[in-house]
């Protein structure tokens, strides 16, 4: 009853990625934190470790095996700088919440997503958008008097990561989707006796970025692209060949165990 999750979860109560670290640092591995990394550096076709940032400090950090998983919009750069090029096949799945007034509707203190609904190219969900509430000036408070409906949207490959700069246009195809789910979203509200004219929207955001190195029929079991060197690898999103329009984190980690295991 805390509506949190999306912040990290401050009961403890939900999985966390960071239990993973407990074993790994029982095992031996070093962890380092507010250490940037800038370039993996390649000599004679192999990676022979990254050049990081730590602070002010500038350091390499050798390594016989690289594995990159910095997202969708991380690992991308570090791959430009590198000397290897990526792909612009950007998606982002992208999330737009169409909501209404409803006192004491409390969502902001419920689990996020409950349920979902699947229609060609997106689904459909409850969800109280943080993103939104903080940043959008419709989403005026109190946040319990705001009941939401989420739009995930699996978008159409076309953007890229180039430095610090993104660039995604919607394509028409992702405008048709887009407005037939704002649809679905206006009859759902109404069938509940929330007027269109009570409505109001979120603030359009990047769900889940990918695709710039995609994986193909040719790379699906080696994982490894072969503009790569053969002892780098990537294990994010970036693999993903096309946009999910729905939460990516299980086949995230498939793909990361499985790298992890042809790593050994």
């Known amino acids: 009853m805390c509506g949190r999750c999306v912040l990290g979860c401050p009961r403890g109560i939900k999985w966390d990625s960071r239990e993973i670290l407990a074993p790994a640092l029982e095992g031996g ?5 507010g250490v940037t990394a ?21 350091e390499f ?12 919009f991380g690992t991308p750069p570090l791959l430009e700088r590198s000397g290897i090029p990526c792909v612009a096949r950007l998606f982002v799945d992208p ?13 902001d203190r419920d689990l996020l997503m409950p349920f979902y609904v699947r229609r060609e190219g997106y689904i459909l969900a409850p969800y109280f958008d943080p993103l939104s509430y903080f940043f959008n000036r419709e989403w005026r408070p109190p946040a319990g ?17 180039e430095g610090r700069r993104v660039s995604k ?42 695709g710039s190195l995609p994986l193909g029929t040719e790379t699906a079991a080696s994982l490894h692209d072969p503009r790569l060197p053969g002892n780098l690898y990537v294990a994010d999103a970036t693999l993903l060949p096309r946009a999910l329009g729905a939460p990516p984190i299980l ?3 498939a793909l990361a165990r499985k790298v992890a295991r042809l790593c050994v």
């Open 38 to 58: 800038e370039r993996v550096v390649i000599k004679g076709g192999e990676a022979v470790g990254l050049d990081v940032r730590a602070g002010p400090r500038r």
């Open 61 to 72: 950090v050798p390594a016989d095996l690289v594995v990159l998983a910095a997202g969708g």
């Open 145 to 161: 008097d705001i009941l939401s409906l989420m739009i995930k949207l699996a978008d159409e490959p076309e953007g890229r990561v």
């Open 169 to 210: 246009p919607l394509t028409a195809g992702d405008a048709n989707r887009l407005a037939e789910a704002s649809d679905l979203c206006r009859k759902i509200f109404d069938r509940i006796g929330v007027r269109e004219e009570a409505l109001f929207f979120g603030t359009l955001n990047a769900g889940h970025p990918g």
């Open 29 to 33: 591995v070093t962890l380092r934190t």
């Open 95 to 107: 999330v737009l919440c169409v909501a209404a007034r409803w006192k004491g509707a409390r969502q």
């Open 251 to 253: 086949t995230i980690m």
